[in-house]
């Protein structure tokens, strides 16, 4: 069974600490991306990955960095988290070509206060 | 620019059919996804159009097209585990990337 996880499904953290989210896929999937979602505004792409220690920004990186220094591994980084980053965070990957399918995982719920 | 329409929300009666509805208006636009996803979950696939037409998978169908920047998903036979959100996603080849709609929450009703 295909699996995409992370590491923690809630987190509570305070105006201006450094933030780890990671992300873990067992399918050999080159591709990872991290969304965000909130309400009304959908799932908003934050940064993807295409290969190891390669990353491209999405639609709203402001904010945020990622690294991938293993190939099953995707972590996204809140270098000063402020409230405005209160939100559900999703991990997804895929594998190469065009049109595969993204496998998500069930999300951390971040909060910050 | 990229932008994707869909009704925020919906409700329907268990056993009917419901048709959800997508707009797009997308550069390098190659194809459409549809995501299934239940309060607290994370999203799972339900189908990926490139060709219009329809395709068919049991009770959910899905139809694209093309020309008009259009997409559907068809729900038969509605049973209340199909009450969930319902993501349409416009795939970008030229960055292998997805931009997803707000979702629409479908609420199926006794």
New interface residues.
């Given amino acids: 069974d295909v699996k995409v996880t992370q590491s923690s499904r809630y987190l509570v953290k305070r105006t201006g600490e450094k933030v780890f989210l990671e992300c873990v896929q067992d399918m050999d999937h080159e591709n990872m991306f991290w969304y965000r979602q909130d309400p009304g505004l959908g799932l908003r792409l934050i940064y993807f990955s295409y290969d190891v220690k390669m990353k491209e920004k999405g639609d709203i990186p402001e904010g945020y960095s990622v690294s991938r220094e293993k190939k099953e591994r995707f972590s996204l980084i809140l270098e000063s988290a402020s409230t405005n980053q209160t939100s559900m965070y999703l991990c997804a990957s895929s594998a190469p070509g065009t049109g595969q399918e993204q496998f998500f995982g069930p999300g951390t719920r971040l909060t910050v206060l | 620019g990229q932008n994707?329409d869909q009704p925020?929300e919906m409700t329907a009666t268990e056993g009917a059919i419901v048709q959800i509805n997508c707009t797009y208006q997308t550069s390098g636009f190659?194809?459409l996804?549809w995501y299934q996803q239940h309060a607290g979950?994370?999203?799972?696939?339900l189908s990926?159009n490139?060709l219009d037409g329809l395709e068919e998978k049991g009770r959910f169908s899905s139809f694209l097209s093309r020309s008009k920047g259009y997409s559907y998903l068809l729900l038969k036979e509605l049973q209340m585990k199909d009450s969930a959100s319902y993501?349409c996603?416009a795939?970008n080849?030229a960055?292998?990337?997805?931009?997803?709609?707000?979702?629409t929450r479908l609420m199926v009703k006794p």
Avoid: D
């Fill in positions: 994707i925020t190659n194809g996804f979950e994370a999203p799972t696939f990926y490139v993501l996603a795939y080849n960055g292998n990337m997805l931009t997803f709609g707000g979702g």
